[in-house]
């Protein structure tokens, strides 16, 4: 017995060990052609078409009309929901009815910003992965539609949200239309929502309610990418070749037991969100965006939030995109002159191209998550003796024909040193985990790469 476990381990731990100078992971791509060709498809004119049929609803604040005649007359949240849902079955009659169009309508009650019960809706679209055995896993994109002016109860006078949020808006809507194109040649194992929500201003209450139906209902998501003032806008300072991707460090749905041992191991920025950020610092030297994610080790803006932060609350790795520098006089505010000053979030102000930007560093997100395996699943470090070594071991992933483990010193910002695993679920690697950050990643035979996975410690 004991010497089969031997003839068994020794060829295979031995062919795993890492070699003493590993493949820096700064150096490697993970381009897929059909990935790059279907980001090509987005469109900066499509994209300003949306924004701009957005704004023409006036005021899309989710306390504005939703009733029969105001739908008639294109005035309020109501016909906005409309008009992005008969979008969305627009672009699935391209696709030969590809997607699921879908809406999630609940009533809040009165709270410190909603004066009386008021019905909200989110609207979206689901791309439903290609192999069944994986469909259940989701990744999924969201913008929300409802806007604000300078007062929180004026349901009436403009609010444009051109940018705030009409560009996360136009992001998932875009999104939408070229992936679903794509799915006719490109398949995609999980699937993909394409989600736009309201409420957010209100206090998060469209994200909220979706994020704690997702939960009860076990939805597996493993992505959420939150497009929220993502217009570039035209002032000074701004950066139109980098958006900001903001990701929580301590998980906000961690419990205390779960902290105390974050601490031990030294996870603080280790959580899923932070996972997925890292993954789209890689889509974005993958591929051609036009535009770099910077990468912010922060849940959101100081002392700001968004609809990242509800789905973090259900447990879900959630991260949020913003432009590199908002300009205050160009949301929330009422359309106005002051003193040569315009104020107002107008589509005047919006770079289309730089969504278009935006656009596409998500929908290669979106593509590159979905064809890829599921994460490794049970992912444990060896922890039984002392050893300089790190020994891993994990469960097989569904689609997977081979694994990474990726490392990285405990004071890097982003993996550094990729080891390929060819055969099995186990290795063993010369590099102490006392000075390191170990995670495990699957990889199918077209290259697409699973989020990475942060081993736990067997005893
Ligand atoms: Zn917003």
């Known amino acids: 017995m004991v010497a089969l476990a031997l003839a068994a381990c020794v060829p295979l731990c031995v062919a795993q060990e890492v070699s003493q100078d590993p493949p820096r992971l700064a150096a490697d791509r993970h381009t897929d052609a ?29 306390i504005s009309a939703q009733d029969e005649e105001s739908i008639k007359a294109g005035k309020g949240i109501g016909a906005a929901r409309e008009w992005i849902k008969a979008e969305f079955e627009r672009y699935s009659k391209d696709c030969g009815g590809c997607l699921e169009v879908r809406t999630d309508t609940f ?68 999104c939408a ?20 929500v309201a409420g957010e201003e209100q206090g998060l209450n469209g994200s909220k309610h979706f994020a704690a139906m997702a939960k009860q209902q076990g939805w597996k998501i493993e992505a959420v ?22 990701s929580e460090g301590l998980p906000a749905a961690a419990s205390e037991a779960e902290i105390k041992r974050i601490r031990m191991l030294g996870g603080e920025s280790d959580s899923n969100s932070r996972e997925l950020a890292r993954y789209i610092a890689d889509v974005g030297r993958s591929y051609d965006a036009g535009v ?28 949020r995109f913003t432009e590199f520098r908002e300009d205050y006089n160009h949301q929330h505010q009422n359309v106005r002159s002051e003193s040569g000053v315009e104020y107002g979030d107008l589509p005047k102000f919006v770079d289309f191209d730089y969504v278009g930007h935006v656009a596409r560093l998500n929908a290669a997100t979106l593509a590159s998550l979905a064809s890829a395996p599921a994460p490794p699943a049970n992912v444990k470090m060896m922890t039984k003796n002392l050893k300089n070594d790190t020994s891993l071991a994990w469960e097989p992933s569904a689609g997977a024909s081979a694994y990474e483990v990726v490392w990285r010193s405990t004071n890097a910002a982003d993996w550094e040193y990729v080891q390929t695993i060819s055969k099995g679920t186990r290795a063993t690697l010369q590099v102490s985990k006392d ?18 996975v942060v081993p736990e410690p067997e005893r």
Not at 130 to 143: E, M
Not at 292 to 319: E, T
Request: charged share 20%.
């Open 292 to 319: 770099k994610p910077l990468l912010i080790f922060r849940l959101d803006r100081f002392l700001r939030g968004g609809d990242h932060y509800s789905f973090n609350q259900q447990g879900f790795a959630a991260v």
């Open 107 to 174: 009533t809040e009650q009165p709270g410190e910003r909603i004066p009386k019960p008021t019905e909200i809706t989110n609207v979206y679209a689901v791309l439903r992965g290609s192999d069944p055995q994986q469909a259940g896993r989701i990744v999924l994109v969201t913008g929300h539609y409802d806007s604000r002016n300078s007062d929180n109860f004026n349901g009436t006078d403009p609010a444009p949200g051109a940018n705030d949020d009409g560009s996360g808006t136009a992001v998932s809507l875009e």
């Open 225 to 246: 990418l939150n497009n929220d003032i993502v217009g570039g806008n035209l002032g000074p300072g701004q950066d139109a070749s980098a958006v900001r991707v903001f």
């Open 435 to 452: 000075n390191v950050i170990f995670a495990v990643r699957a990889v199918d035979a077209a290259g697409h790469r699973s989020l990475p």
């Open 34 to 62: 059909h990935i790059a060709e279907a980001i090509r498809q987005v469109s900066a004119d499509r994209i300003r078409q949306t924004i701009e049929k957005l704004v023409s609803f006036q005021n899309r604040s989710t």
């Open 177 to 196: 239309r070229i992936l679903s194109k794509a799915a006719s040649n490109l398949k995609f194992p999980a699937t993909i929502i394409f989600l736009t």
